[in-house]
């Protein structure tokens, strides 16, 4: 069943446009131009109870502005949304508890206090009784191994140390839909793989549904079967990660470690190539010629080893997105 239902979901943006300098700024007080962005275009999609869906595309495509509007934190300009039966825009207290917004780049614990301090406060805001609060807090802290953590100011805590008090924070409630934008940001690859493996486990154990925006393909990799890829605000593709890579490059990746050193000009007749150091050489060949220029290569050059697999996703998103390619 869907618990997530967007449809023809818009969001513009009128920025003011104003001239730099004080004559700018009287002809701005007198006639105001405005911009207008159009952050979120059109989308439509739908998400089932439990499941976990990677929210991906490049910067400012539109990704924090629609996990906004899911929340009910801004108005969308048309389109409508319904979450488990709710407007989110009415934030209705119902619908607040169901749902978390956790934000990598902004906190909700308070710099000065330790985090157990503030797990009390938002305990008593959801009418938590005190023994459950508790009962909560251990198993959490237990799944995101926090302990004397969250008796320390959050000021003394690591990076990664106080993304997992945000996260304990923010689940308190126990909701069922979870909104992440970017929790692993700026964490170390330690920091991110127990932050990925306690989102797999929370939504293993509580059904949990979960949105989830990341620039690093290792989380969507790990945690998201399904991908939503937006740009310019579009929504370019909805379906299996492990399809995407087919829809995005009709490619495979070669990787030929050779014997000795060849020049790069040897290798451009095979296909596009990603990266080179003279003995290692990647190269991105047409799934139509890969057996004949396999062949050709192994015959022209002395090779150590040899290695054919999908190409990195990210560098398809990167390369396309740099050209402009989107539909
Ligand atoms: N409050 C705002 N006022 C005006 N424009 C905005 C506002 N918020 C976002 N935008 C614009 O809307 C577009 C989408 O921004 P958004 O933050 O949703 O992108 P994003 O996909 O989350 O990007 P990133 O990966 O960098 O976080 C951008 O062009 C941005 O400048
Ligand atoms: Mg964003």
Redesign the pocket.
């Known amino acids: 069943m869907d618990i997530i239902s967007v449809k023809s979901l818009s969001?513009n943006?009128?920025?003011p446009e104003k001239q730099p300098g004080i004559k700018g700024t009287i002809q701005h007080f007198f006639s105001r131009k405005v911009k207008n962005?159009?952050?979120?275009d059109q989308l439509d999609f739908s998400i089932g109870e439990g499941e976990i869906v990677g929210f991906i595309?490049?910067?400012?495509?539109?990704?924090?502005?629609?996990?906004?509007m899911l929340c009910g934190l801004?108005k969308p300009t048309s389109g409508s949304i319904n979450i488990a039966g709710y407007q989110p825009i009415r934030r209705k207290k119902n619908f607040l508890r169901q749902i978390t917004l956790v934000m990598g780049?902004k906190q909700q614990l308070i710099w000065d206090l330790p985090p157990m301090d503030s797990l009390k406060v938002n305990a008593a805001v959801y009418g938590i009784p005190e023994q459950e609060s508790i009962r909560r807090i251990k198993e959490l802290a237990s799944m995101l191994e926090l302990g004397p953590e969250l008796t320390r100011p959050v000021r003394k805590l690591s990076l990664g140390q106080r993304m997992k008090a945000e996260l304990l924070a923010s689940l308190l409630h126990r909701p069922s839909v979870l909104f992440l934008?970017?929790p692993t940001l700026g964490l170390d690859i330690n920091a991110q793989i127990r932050v990925r493996d306690f989102l797999m486990e929370y939504n293993k154990q509580f059904g949990a549904t979960i949105l989830l925006?990341s620039?690093y393909m290792g989380d969507i990799k790990k945690l998201c079967k399904r991908v939503l890829l937006?740009h310019q605000?579009k929504l370019f593709y909805d379906g299996l990660l492990a399809k995407l890579s087919d829809q995005l490059s009709p490619c495979r990746c070669v990787k030929i470690e050779l014997v000795e050193p060849r020049p790069i000009e040897s290798f451009l007749e095979f296909g596009d190539i990603i990266n080179y150091d003279g003995q290692l050489i990647k190269v991105l060949i047409h799934k139509s010629k890969l057996a004949e220029n396999l062949s050709k290569l192994l015959n022209l050059f002395p090779v150590k080893d040899l290695e054919v697999t999908d190409p990195p996703i990210e560098e398809l998103i990167g390369k396309l997105l740099q050209e402009g390619s989107f539909k």
């Open positions: 969001k943006f009128q920025i962005v159009q952050a979120v595309g490049s910067n400012g495509a539109g990704k924090t502005t629609t996990l906004k801004i780049q934008d970017e925006t620039h937006i605000g």
